[in-house]
């Protein structure tokens, strides 16, 4: 299944913004223009108490 440009897509990584910020350029180069950043990144979101899941989607 292909990916559709006007898909939301959130990209994340350890780190506040290096590696999906690269990420994010690259796919908004590609126009998936709705590419954003999880602002402070994975680790903080899931300090924070915020949904995680892991494993395959039902």
Sequence with gaps: ???LV????VVYCACP??????VVDALRERDFRTARILDEGFLVWA?????????EEP
Excluded at 17 to 22: D, E, L, M, N, P
Excluded at 47 to 55: D, E, I
């Design 47 to 55: 300090s924070s108490g915020l949904p995680v899941a892991l494993g």
């Design 6 to 9: 006007a898909q939301a897509i």
């Design 17 to 22: 913004h290096v590696a999906s910020g690269k």
């Design 1 to 3: 299944m292909g990916w």
